[in-house]
């Protein structure tokens, strides 16, 4: 598992100041210190491209992928997958079969399951899944300090060398109008309060299903990670169902790069393996995946011996300390999309999005530096 997210940050005290809030309510009452926010030349492709670079690269000959899928909700296309960008920039074989799914935030969690089973269905191959989103909602809403945006790349496998995914799960769908994106919107709309608690319900009734199915009781997991739209949820998650256990070691990313959609969950997942002190050798680690609208998933996977080769915790901290700080000024320009076309951002990865031509959108590869 890999993850990328923008060069690029606004601090949540500088939004406040600006929107004449109280900082404490975003550092404190939603838990979260800073979002990552994305120029114009930066989209759900180039950091989806960056993500999945980094995980290929652990990868012994890429010619073994045979399928992509490519989750997200913040697709700029109705028709064409987002993943054919990035099986064109990653130079997979040309029958690999390529899709997009779609479940809000949900939608990662949907394709892992989908690529666990055509695995053990086809042990010989391997699936990239790929979770991009980029989260906007209105400038002065009271979800503007939860935008955010990220990248999650993942190969499934037979004989995985970081998680084995468990075969117990419980699902609830329930039709609610908590958060949606009409197809002429660029910005999410959202019930703030409903989604929160049709969030909290359906942990709670997939955890007892969880339970139930896998025959477990809550002493068999040994850790818990929550989708995190804002810290502060998946506190409120943990309140819920593992008060006993601390969760600060999922939420050190999430804090600082805000709600990533479909990558959230495994953002969240990326920063306990990174972070945590104990060895989580053998470990369970239960997973609470949501996406609005709303469909939720309590799931586990465990830790495989000698994971810690597999991460990139030096790489992975210093791609966030390295972001820059953009003013209130530059923020709303980005939001806006109108930065100076003539000024050459930083982009995550090699490809960057370099214009809109005939509806077209154009890439390139990006000189090193
Ligand atoms: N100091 C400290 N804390 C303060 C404070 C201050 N000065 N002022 C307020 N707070 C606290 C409040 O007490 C509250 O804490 P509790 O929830 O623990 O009571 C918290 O800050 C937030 O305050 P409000 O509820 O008044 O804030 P709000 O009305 O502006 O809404 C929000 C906050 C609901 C998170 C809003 O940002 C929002 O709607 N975000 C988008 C929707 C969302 O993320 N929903 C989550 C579930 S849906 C999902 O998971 C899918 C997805 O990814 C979107």
């Not at 600006?18 to 930066?42: H, T, W």
């Not at 495989?304 to 530059?330: C, P, Q, T, W």
Request: aromatic share 10%; glycine share 6%.
């Amino acid at each position: 598992m890999a993850f990328s997210t923008s060069r690029y940050f606004l601090r949540l005290d500088t939004l406040a100041k600006n929107r004449n809030v109280d900082c404490a309510k975003y550092c404190i009452g939603i838990g979260q210190l800073k979002m990552s926010v994305f120029p114009p030349n930066e989209d759900i492709v180039t950091i989806a491209i960056s993500a999945a670079q980094k995980v290929m690269a652990r990868l012994v000959n890429k010619n073994e992928i045979d399928v992509l899928i490519f989750a997200t909700e913040s697709s700029f296309d109705l028709s064409k997958s987002a993943g054919i960008y990035v099986h064109h920039f990653l130079g997979l074989r040309p029958d690999c079969r390529v899709f997009d799914v779609k479940q809000a935030c949900y939608s990662v969690t949907a394709a892992l399951q989908l690529a666990r089973s055509f695995v053990k269905d086809n042990p010989d191959s391997k699936v990239l899944v790929i979770g991009s989103d980029i989260l906007k909602y209105s400038a002065g809403s009271s979800g503007e300090p939860t935008q955010g945006g990220a990248a999650i790349a993942i190969i499934v496998a037979k004989n995985p060398r970081l998680m084995i995914v468990e075969q117990h799960f419980s699902t609830y769908t329930t039709e609610i109008m908590d958060f949606w994106r009409p197809i002429e919107e660029g910005e999410a709309l959202f019930d703030g309060k409903l989604s929160a608690q049709n969030y909290l319900q359906s942990l709670e009734i997939t955890f007892l299903g969880y339970l139930k199915k896998s025959d477990l009781t809550p002493s068999d997991i040994d850790q818990v990670c929550f989708h995190a739209p804002f810290s502060k949820m998946a506190i409120k998650a943990r309140n819920k169902t593992f008060a006993d256990k601390s969760i600060d070691d999922t939420l050190i990313y999430n804090a600082i790069i805000g709600n990533s959609c479909s990558a959230s969950l495994y953002v969240c997942l990326i920063s306990l393996l990174d972070n945590s002190g104990d060895d989580l050798d053998g470990k369970r680690i239960g997973l609470f995946s949501y996406g609005s609208g709303s469909v939720a998933e309590f799931f586990s996977c465990t830790v495989v011996s000698g994971y810690r080769h597999m991460l990139s915790a030096e790489e992975n901290r210093k791609m966030l300390e390295d972001r820059i700080e953009v003013s209130f000024e530059e923020y709303e320009q980005f939001c806006k999309n109108q930065a100076d076309p003539g000024k050459k951002y930083a982009n995550v990865g090699s490809i960057r999005m370099v214009r809109v031509e005939n509806k077209q959108r154009i890439y390139e590869r990006r000189i090193a530096g």
